[in-house]
């Protein structure tokens, strides 16, 4: 399969350098140093002397993989908020493993939570099948019933004897300081089953996701997979919840996994980059916690992961907004420019070409802009070299009484510029049947958009005209030399 | 101490209502519950009807930065400003939602699922970076405390005393939404089925959904202190979905909502008496168990009279 073939090596590539911190796991303790720097915790961090410190920073790390692969999943087949449906029914089921083991017992609230877990999708399933309720209501009965009975055995354990020093409100929010080495094996057993779910399956998962029929058409055990990813989705909010708790463990899923889609298209792609970004969210949520003491990891984790998808909303490539933003803003000065630039063929044209030079006055009443606009205009013009501008003689600090020549470069675009104009309202009175005294509006808008091989078709089309229909002269291709013009 | 106590009907049913002061203090527990049974309901019938449970979900996890932000600015606990920040905060969570929908290819659910998210992300944080030692403390927001309720301060006008001011808070509430929904039901009910019939009549479908939202927030941050976040939401889905195995007309479901909120809160009140446990928790838990029979047995698509019909 090639496409496993592909993936491999990359998954590899982003287990290798995390697996290489297991062995100084183990290594001694760094005393707690009674630093308050900033610069000092910050270097601990990055050292990874401290054993809680690596403890938190790989398993923020692996749970942002593994909720990143998952997540990719999730959220391609719209099962963003069965997510968070899924990490609220827990609720219940580590409240009973709870009391089951009387203690805070990691195996008992495992099973527990799974099993709460696999009721809900049950009853989800149930009811979709069975009633005539929609998916958002079912997914919210689900969401609150569950979460309605795992809080009443919560306030019950907690007024219960053994349930006094349970820190069982952790799982409502994490607390990713008290992570243990069990907790992280725990997260690695999840990453590991992802991560050989979606190696073994990636092909058949591809298919199913898109097209559940054809799959099953052809032989894909649809469902079973289905069901296979609803397990590991359970697993996999479980395993987070000691770090980020249960009402934020669907932000994991979600938020990286809808950053990725922003970015790629392809499927493997988007697993590899929704994993690293979770990667990184968890990384650097961990590394914040720590900086600012006795901020919550989980909440930091999410709002990094949130902060993400906005520069990624912002900035990406093609459609970001501020990208679109920066393009419409260059298209409008483009656009401004051009118009300018007319103007001032316009107003040499009206001195039959006989001057080199047009004054800033004459531009500013055949632009009908106010001074301060005016000069504006022509500073961007000098700017990009299409005019140059020189003060006039007598009275040189005077506003508006500077001269203005184009340049070559200037001269060659005005006469683009109004040549695409007047072409265009050719091509509308010949072709197009227009009344000549209603193109002019459209060649406004149209001349700044006409490339040169439209330019060419409809020379060839109209037989190369000389006049415009209002009687003005089409600049040419050859009339571009100033010296033609003057001639005619 | 036993998991489940065992069953006492006077200690559970009869003890609460045994002299004048408990009567009292639970009477005011009571009329809060069932206020606020109202009007989710009220709300949710027609939340439910669009599509859009989990919108409920979304913003009342969406208030907190607002509850958070509120609380720094003023300084204080007081109603206005917490008011007012998680009405701003929810609206913000709305339009967040809408608008990275309609202007992304992003879909609805990964829109909410991010957005609510983030917001309450952003929330927890604040609480805790600012201050330790306030009482607004995010568990408290998740599982409300109704107990409290008759702990509110009084309102008095001209030396007479009127009442709680929880209550009161959550009368107003309800009479606005109750009278919002009698006058605008025909508008309300044509835009919730029928978006193109609805602007073909003339209904103004953007602003009627945009009252709707808002009405939203403002049932979501009024129930708030009574039942926490979460359990908004089943307030929210479970009578009008309840109702909707015993009738297809909408408004049947609007009015079969009353009764049902009277029952989940006497129903609630009681288990949590017997169970010694959260109010707000055993109201929902009460829902979900009244939800179960009427899922299996109702007349109008319940499991039975599928089964019996196929």
Redesign the interface.
Request: with cysteine; charged share 15%.
């Given at each position: 399969m090639p496409v496993i073939l592909r993936i491999w090596p990359c998954l590899v590539f982003l287990f290798t350098p995390l697996c290489s911190m297991v062995p100084t796991l183990d290594a001694k303790q760094v005393e707690m140093l009674e630093d308050d720097q900033v610069w000092g915790r910050v270097t601990r961090f990055f050292l990874l002397q401290d054993t809680s410190v690596q403890i938190v920073a790989l398993g923020s790390a692996l749970i942002g993989i593994t909720c990143g692969l998952i997540g990719s999943y999730v959220?391609t087949r719209?099962?963003?908020?069965f997510?968070?449906t899924l990490s609220?029914a827990v609720l219940p089921g580590i409240a009973v493993g709870f009391?089951w083991a009387e203690s805070k017992d990691n195996i008992a609230l495992l099973i527990g939570a799974t099993a709460a877990g696999f009721l809900g999708v049950s009853c989800l399933t149930f009811?979709q099948k069975?009633?005539?309720?929609?998916?958002?209501?079912a997914?919210?009965?689900v969401?609150?019933?569950f979460?309605?009975?795992g809080?009443?055995?919560l306030?019950?354990i907690q007024?219960?004897?053994f349930g006094s020093q349970s820190g069982l409100?952790s799982f409502?929010?994490g607390q990713a300081s008290a992570l243990s080495i069990e907790d992280l094996w725990g997260i690695g057993c999840t990453l590991l089953m992802v991560g050989l779910f979606i190696l073994f399956a990636y092909k058949k998962l591809l298919i199913t996701g898109f097209d559940h029929s054809f799959s099953r058409s052809i032989g894909i055990p649809a469902d079973f997979l289905q069901y296979v990813l609803w397990l590991l989705l359970a697993f996999c909010v479980i395993s987070s919840l000691q770090i980020i708790g249960v009402?934020?463990a669907?932000?994991l899923?979600?938020?990286p996994?809808?950053t990725a889609?922003?970015l790629v298209k392809r499927m493997h792609t988007y697993l590899l980059v929704s994993a690293a970004l979770g990667a990184a969210a968890g990384l650097a949520g961990s590394f914040l916690s720590f900086l600012?003491q006795?901020?919550?990891t989980?909440?930091?984790i999410?709002?990094i992961?949130?902060g993400i998808?906005i520069s990624v909303?912002c900035l990406r490539p093609t459609n970001g907004l501020l990208t679109q933003w920066y393009f419409s803003r260059k298209n409008t000065l483009r656009i401004q420019r051009e118009n300018t630039l007319k103007a001032v063929y316009q107003i040499l044209e009206s001195h039959n070409f006989q001057n080199q030079t047009i004054r800033t006055q004459e531009l500013m009443s055949k632009r009908g802009v106010d001074i301060v606009h005016c000069e504006m205009e022509i500073q961007q013009l000098v700017r990009t070299g299409l005019v140059t501008q020189a003060p006039t003689v007598p009275s040189p600090s005077l506003p508006g009484q500077s001269t203005l020549s184009l340049t070559p470069k200037g001269w060659e675009y005005a006469c683009k510029i109004v040549r695409n104009h007047r072409l265009w309202e050719l091509y509308l009175t010949n072709e197009a049947k227009y009344a000549p005294d209603h193109v002019h509006e459209d060649a406004e808008k149209i001349e700044h958009v006409l490339g040169e091989d439209t330019i060419r078709q409809l020379e060839r089309i109209l037989s190369n005209p000389r006049k415009d229909p209002h009687g003005k002269l089409i600049p040419s291709l050859t009339d571009m030399e100033m010296g033609n013009i003057q001639n005619i | 101490m036993p998991l489940i106590p065992t069953f006492d009907f006077y200690q559970i049913f009869l003890q609460p209502w045994s002299t004048p002061q408990l009567v009292s203090w639970n009477l005011q527990i009571i009329i809060m519950g069932i206020l606020v049974c109202w009007t989710c309901g009220l709300v949710g019938s027609f939340i439910v009807v669009r599509r859009m449970a989990l919108m409920g979900d979304a913003i009342s996890h969406g208030i907190l930065p607002g509850l958070a932000l509120a609380f720094i600015i003023s300084g204080s606990l007081g109603i206005g400003a917490m008011f007012i920040g998680a009405c701003l905060a929810g609206l913000a969570c709305n339009f967040c939602i809408e608008w990275l929908h309609s202007n992304t290819k992003i879909r609805e659910d990964a829109a909410m699922g991010l957005v609510f998210t983030s917001f309450f992300a952003l929330g927890v944080t604040l609480i805790s970076g600012h201050t330790g030692n306030i009482d607004l403390d995010p568990s408290c927001i998740l599982y409300g405390e109704i107990g409290l309720v008759p702990l509110a301060e009084k309102v008095e006008m001209s030396g007479i005393f009127l009442g709680n001011r929880a209550i009161w808070v959550m009368g107003v509430v309800f009479m606005c939404i109750g009278t919002g929904t009698f006058i605008f039901y025909r508008q309300l009910l044509v835009s919730s089925f029928d978006i193109t019939l609805a602007k073909s009549i003339g209904i103004p479908v953007k602003a009627v959904h945009i009252c709707l939202m808002l009405a939203l927030a403002l049932a979501t941050v009024a129930s708030l202190e009574a039942v926490g976040v979460i359990l908004v939401v089943a307030m929210f889905v479970f009578p009008s979905v309840t109702a909707s195995f015993f009738f297809n007309r909408l408004l049947y479901v609007l009015l079969f909502s009353f009764p049902l909120g009277v029952l989940y809160t006497l129903g609630g009140f009681h288990l949590a008496h017997w169970l010694d446990c959260s109010i707000a928790g055993a109201i929902a838990v009460t829902a979900t168990l009244l939800f179960i029979p009427a899922c299996l047995l109702g007349p109008k698509g319940g499991v039975c009279s599928r089964f019996i019909k196929s």
């Open positions: 959220v719209r099962l963003s908020l997510g968070d609220h009391i009811l069975y009633t005539h309720i929609r998916q958002d209501s997914l919210g009965i969401l609150s019933g979460y309605a009975v809080i009443c055995l306030t019950r007024k219960m004897e409100d409502l929010f009402i934020l669907s932000a899923l979600i938020i996994a809808v889609s922003l600012g006795g901020m919550p989980g909440p930091l999410v709002l992961s949130t998808f909303l | -």
